[in-house]
């Protein structure tokens, strides 16, 4: 069973910067895509990025474009996503997601089903 535990959520001011982690046990990393979704107070979840399981390609949803970077690394188990110039309306819980695709996914599709999920880092962009 895979397990993954995010990390590194908080406060912060509008225009800075968090990183989040998504560290993985149980199972190989290496195996999974990733997908980082986000819900906002009183809004559906949605996703806002992802990495194929090699790291070769990612995808990101146009409220992140430009301003978000996911990134990986297998060695480590872990998955990264690097959240720079935020704004209040980022604030939100972080989730990391993960599916075994079977076959090696050349071209990232976050619009996918995932199977294993986190319990999710807050978010807070307020001055």
């Known amino acids: 069973q895979l397990q993954l535990v995010e990390s590194g959520g908080g406060l912060v001011q509008p225009g800075g910067s968090l990183r989040l982690s998504c560290a993985a046990s149980?199972?190989?990393?290496?195996?999974?895509?990733i997908g980082w979704f986000r819900q906002a107070p009183g809004k559906v979840r949605e996703v806002i990025a992802c990495?194929?399981?090699?790291?070769?390609?990612?995808d990101y949803t146009a409220p992140v474009k430009g301003r978000f970077t996911v990134s990986r690394d297998n060695a480590k188990n872990t998955v990264y996503l690097q959240m720079n110039s935020l704004q209040p309306e980022d604030t939100a819980v972080y989730y990391c997601?993960?599916?075994?695709?079977?076959?090696?996914?050349?071209?990232?599709?976050?619009?996918?089903?995932?199977?294993?999920w986190g319990q999710g880092t807050q978010v807070t962009v307020s001055s």
């Open positions: 997601a993960a599916v075994n695709p079977g076959i090696p996914i050349v071209q990232a599709d976050c619009v996918r089903s995932y199977d294993y």
């Open positions: 149980g199972r190989t990393l290496a195996d999974y895509e």
């Open positions: 990495i194929t399981s090699s790291g070769g390609s990612t």
